[in-house]
């Protein structure tokens, strides 16, 4: 951990500029967190009016304190905040925590008294948090540097769960679910504005956590992917599951975080790129974020997303099955030898497929639950078992449920939830440290997320590694090759392109026809008009002279009354396929290389049934990715189509891909529609790329 990251998570000293004696208010908060909650180090209140501040004495300004603190909280704002952390820097403070808001998040001006404060702060060697934060929170040593009221509201607990964001309300609901579930959490830090210290910054920083073993992440904006991509690869190392909600995924959304953090918003299907490509698992919203952390700390690894479903209800049952589908989690065949055994411990009259129904019988004997499940659990289809407890409570034997339960998870090996909705029945099963889920919507999604999660970082690990991205000015000149330029460009870098030739003259077109020796189409060639289309210049199906000579007449005839350069005339193969797919790329000047694959042709705005990959990628990620679209079902063939040849639409992509990212922003886009794709082969038909200069 770096010098300046340290002085935010384990100062030996912390000054609160601003403090106040009332623990209710920001300034006060920090002092009393810090007093009772463990901080070892020495804390220095600054207040001009006070002597003593909750039992400490008092400082009027940071010149007057005995020594340079490693740290300060910066509670005053506007200029005094400005001015605050120009005395850090000029005294060589480590780090400083600007509490204060009405800056970057609060319009021009305010982003103008932002820029100058991290002007001074880097002039001077200082690194901030914020402005616009609610603080950070190390339950792991006692420095609350926060002013957060969920604190209070919810007693800390250490543990081992590390929640950043830039949010601090964010962070607070995430602290405050996981303490609900009985969690403990170590870290809490919210950047706030994040103009200087980022949350990929510090997730990197509490990865290296020892005692840390699930990241949570709350994201408005991402500026430096290369840090959390480290950061990701930290985890990955340690075996650290990392969840992230990136907000802002709609246009309404993108403004509000503007807003809020005076946070830029990310494209959203390259922030699912880069996240997926780096191991990190996307949520929704913050309740997402928590869902699942009770199954991720029991370090479960189940082979596969096989169900079972245990429960005192045949309804339960059902509607569970239902919902298992809906997310993909396939109900596991229990064998003749399980149910056999099903049937000598449970009623006659009871269910012993899967779902299992132990009926009401429940009630007159209590120990059903930890006789049916050692063998369900057994059982080699098995991956997850449910238990699913809509009623229970009084004369029931809850607490032996939960003892069988505990049992089940601590020796079985496989992943068990449980769904109970009565706060004593949860309360049972969480004191015995079983997961547990108020709804078995809320569990099977919890299955769905930790299985997914786990083949995502199984798929990562064969991805290559991915360099540093190299960044460029996005409003730097550039320039539209020609499709012949274009075609060219793609064929130097072992792309099938469809067979072509450039000509200057009629008679150099039916040369070309009689070359092709079959139908052909003809295209202007012209780098200033890159959709050829709207303006009659692409002729389809020539097959004769004639009705060469008088397409290349016609299109150059076209180009002359537009003004536009004519390179000449494409004379191109027709070339027929089984389905018209697309390929693009283009360079991100956060995230690099970013590709685009899917289904195709004229309508492919409107259908947009495509996926997004970040590049290198290789040939079996992309299938993955392709496989994944609402076409994929048509790929192997359907009403006696025969099958199409995937690999080669994703050699093809993999390749253009590798062209981008080697390019290193020089290649400013690729856009492929359509690729024809057949059953031997795919073959690009039309092309145009986008480079660097102009």
Same mark, same amino acid.
């Given at each position: 951990?770096?010098?300046?990251?340290?002085?935010?998570?384990?100062?030996?000293?912390?000054?609160?500029?601003?403090?106040?004696?009332?623990?209710?208010?920001?300034?006060?908060?920090?002092?009393?967190?810090?007093?009772?909650?463990?901080?070892?180090?020495?804390?220095?209140?600054?207040?001009?009016?006070?002597?003593?501040?909750?039992?400490?004495?008092?400082?009027?300004?940071?010149?007057?304190?005995?020594?340079?603190?490693?740290?300060?909280?910066?509670?005053?704002?506007?200029?005094?905040?400005?001015?605050?952390?120009?005395?850090?820097?000029?005294?060589?403070?480590?780090?400083?925590?600007?509490?204060?808001?009405?800056?970057?998040?609060?319009?021009?001006?305010?982003?103008?008294?932002?820029?100058?404060?991290?002007?001074?702060?880097?002039?001077?060697?200082?690194?901030?948090?914020?402005?616009?934060?609610?603080?950070?929170?190390?339950f792991g040593n006692g420095t609350i540097a926060s002013f957060s009221t969920m604190f209070i509201e919810i007693p800390p607990q250490d543990g081992p769960v590390a929640v950043v964001s830039q949010s601090g309300g964010t962070a607070a609901l995430v602290y405050g679910l996981l303490r609900q579930q009985g969690i403990g959490v170590r870290?809490?830090?919210?950047?706030?504005?994040?103009?200087?210290?980022?949350?990929?910054?510090?997730?990197?920083?509490?990865?290296?956590?020892?005692?840390?073993?699930?990241?949570?992440?709350?994201?408005?904006?991402?500026?430096?992917?290369?840090?959390?991509?480290?950061?990701?690869?930290?985890?990955?190392?340690?075996?650290?599951?990392?969840?992230?909600?990136?907000?802002?995924?709609?246009?309404?959304?993108?403004?509000?975080?503007?807003?809020?953090?005076?946070?830029?918003?990310?494209?959203?299907?390259?922030?699912?790129?880069?996240?997926?490509?780096?191991?990190?698992?996307?949520?929704?919203?913050?309740?997402?974020?928590?869902?699942?952390?009770?199954?991720?700390?029991?370090?479960?690894?189940?082979?596969?997303?096989?169900?079972?479903? !245990?429960?005192?209800?045949?309804?339960?049952?059902?509607?569970?099955?239902?919902?298992?589908?809906?997310?993909?989690?396939?109900?596991?065949?229990?064998?003749?030898?399980?149910?056999?055994?099903?049937?000598?411990r449970l009623p006659g009259f009871a269910a012993t497929a899967n779902p299992v129904d132990v009926t009401a019988a429940l009630l007159t004997n209590s120990g059903l639950f930890g006789d049916v499940l050692p063998v369900v659990g057994a059982d080699p289809s098995a991956d997850l078992v449910l238990l699913d407890i809509p009623v229970a409570?009084?004369?029931?034997?809850?607490?032996?449920?939960?003892?069988?339960?505990?049992?089940?998870?601590?020796?079985?090996?496989?992943?068990?939830?449980?769904?109970?909705?009565?706060?004593?029945?949860?309360?049972?099963?969480?004191?015995?440290?079983?997961?547990?889920?108020?709804?078995?919507?809320?569990?099977?999604?919890?299955?769905?997320?930790?299985?997914?999660?786990?083949?995502?970082?199984?798929?990562?690990?064969?991805?290559?590694?991915?360099?540093?991205?190299?960044?460029?000015?996005?409003?730097?000149?550039?320039?539209?090759?020609?499709?012949?330029?274009?075609?060219?460009?793609?064929?130097?870098?072992?792309?099938?392109?469809?067979?072509?030739?450039?000509?200057?003259?009629?008679?150099?077109?039916?040369?070309?026809?009689?070359?092709?020796?079959?139908?052909?189409?003809?295209?202007?060639?012209?780098?200033?008009?890159?959709?050829?289309?709207?303006?009659?210049?692409?002729?389809?199906?020539?097959?004769?002279?004639?009705?060469?000579?008088?397409?290349?007449?016609?299109?150059?005839?076209?180009?002359?009354?537009?003004?536009?350069?004519?390179?000449?005339?494409?004379?191109?193969?027709?070339?027929?396929?089984?389905?018209?797919?697309?390929?693009?790329?283009?360079?991100?000047? !956060?995230?690099?290389?970013?590709?685009?694959?899917?289904?195709?042709?004229?309508?492919?705005?409107?259908?947009?049934?495509?996926?997004?990959?970040?590049?290198?990628?290789?040939?079996?990620?992309?299938?993955?990715?392709?496989?994944?679209?609402?076409?994929?079902?048509?790929?192997?063939?359907?009403?006696?189509?025969?099958?199409?040849?995937?690999?080669?639409?994703?050699?093809?992509?993999?390749?253009?891909?590798?062209?981008?990212?080697?390019?290193?922003?020089?290649?400013?886009?690729?856009?492929?529609?359509?690729?024809?794709?057949?059953?031997?082969?795919?073959?690009? !038909?039309?092309?145009?790329?986008?480079?660097?200069?102009?």
């Amino acid at each position: 951990m770096s010098s300046t990251l340290s002085a935010l998570l384990s100062p030996r000293s912390v000054a609160i500029v601003g403090a106040s004696d009332n623990i209710h208010k920001i300034g006060g908060r920090p002092i009393h967190y810090m007093q009772t909650m463990g901080y070892a180090g020495t804390i220095y209140p600054v207040n001009p009016q006070r002597e003593t501040l909750q039992g400490l004495r008092a400082y009027p300004s940071l010149d007057a304190l005995p020594e340079a603190p490693e740290l300060a909280v910066i509670v005053v704002a506007g200029d005094a905040a400005v001015q605050a952390v120009a005395d850090c820097a000029r005294l060589g403070v480590g780090a400083a925590i600007v509490i204060a808001s009405g800056f970057g998040e609060a319009g021009e001006a305010g982003k103008r008294q932002q820029d100058e404060m991290v002007r001074i702060a880097r002039e001077g060697g200082l690194r901030i948090v914020g402005p616009n934060s609610q603080g950070l929170a190390n339950f792991g040593n006692g420095t609350i540097a926060s002013f957060s009221t969920m604190f209070i509201e919810i007693p800390p607990q250490d543990g081992p769960v590390a929640v950043v964001s830039q949010s601090g309300g964010t962070a607070a609901l995430v602290y405050g679910l996981l303490r609900q579930q009985g969690i403990g959490v170590r870290h809490v830090h919210a950047t706030g504005n994040q103009a200087d210290v980022t949350v990929s910054e510090l997730v990197l920083a509490v990865a290296q956590d020892p005692d840390v073993r699930l990241l949570l992440l709350y994201l408005e904006t991402l500026t430096d992917p290369d840090v959390l991509a480290e950061a990701a690869a930290v985890a990955r190392a340690r075996g650290i599951p990392v969840v992230a909600v990136k907000s802002g995924r709609s246009q309404a959304g993108a403004r509000a975080a503007a807003s809020h953090t005076g946070a830029m918003a990310n494209e959203d299907r390259a922030v699912d790129a880069f996240l997926a490509r780096h191991g990190i698992w996307r949520v929704e919203d913050a309740h997402a974020l928590a869902r699942c952390a009770p199954l991720y700390l029991r370090g479960w690894q189940p082979a596969g997303r096989r169900l079972v479903v !245990v429960s005192n209800s045949g309804a339960s049952c059902v509607m569970a099955t239902d919902t298992a589908d809906t997310l993909g989690i396939s109900m596991a065949p229990l064998s003749a030898a399980t149910q056999s055994a099903l049937a000598e411990r449970l009623p006659g009259f009871a269910a012993t497929a899967n779902p299992v129904d132990v009926t009401a019988a429940l009630l007159t004997n209590s120990g059903l639950f930890g006789d049916v499940l050692p063998v369900v659990g057994a059982d080699p289809s098995a991956d997850l078992v449910l238990l699913d407890i809509p009623v229970a409570g009084m004369g029931y034997d809850v607490p032996r449920f939960a003892r069988d339960a505990a049992q089940f998870a601590d020796q079985a090996g496989k992943p068990i939830a449980v769904a109970a909705w009565q706060d004593a029945v949860v309360r049972e099963f969480r004191a015995a440290n079983v997961p547990t889920f108020v709804h078995a919507a809320d569990a099977l999604a919890a299955f769905h997320q930790l299985t997914a999660h786990q083949q995502l970082l199984r798929d990562v690990a064969g991805e290559p590694t991915m360099p540093p991205i190299v960044r460029w000015d996005s409003a730097s000149p550039s320039q539209t090759l020609s499709e012949a330029a274009s075609l060219a460009r793609l064929a130097q870098a072992g792309v099938p392109v469809v067979e072509h030739y450039l000509c200057q003259s009629a008679d150099e077109a039916v040369a070309a026809w009689q070359r092709i020796g079959a139908p052909v189409a003809i295209k202007a060639s012209s780098p200033a008009v890159p959709h050829k289309s709207e303006h009659g210049l692409v002729t389809l199906n020539c097959n004769s002279r004639e009705a060469i000579v008088d397409a290349f007449t016609r299109q150059t005839q076209t180009l002359d009354a537009m003004h536009a350069p004519c390179e000449g005339v494409i004379v191109a193969r027709m070339s027929r396929g089984q389905r018209e797919c697309m390929v693009g790329a283009h360079w991100d000047p !956060v995230f690099g290389a970013v590709l685009l694959v899917g289904d195709g042709g004229k309508y492919v705005e409107v259908v947009r049934d495509t996926a997004v990959l970040l590049a290198p990628a290789s040939p079996a990620a992309i299938e993955r990715a392709v496989r994944s679209l609402r076409m994929a079902p048509l790929l192997d063939g359907v009403r006696g189509d025969a099958p199409l040849d995937v690999a080669a639409l994703c050699d093809v992509a993999a390749k253009v891909g590798n062209l981008v990212h080697q390019a290193r922003g020089q290649i400013r886009s690729v856009d492929l529609n359509p690729v024809m794709l057949g059953p031997d082969g795919a073959v690009v !038909v039309d092309g145009l790329m986008e480079v660097a200069g102009g």
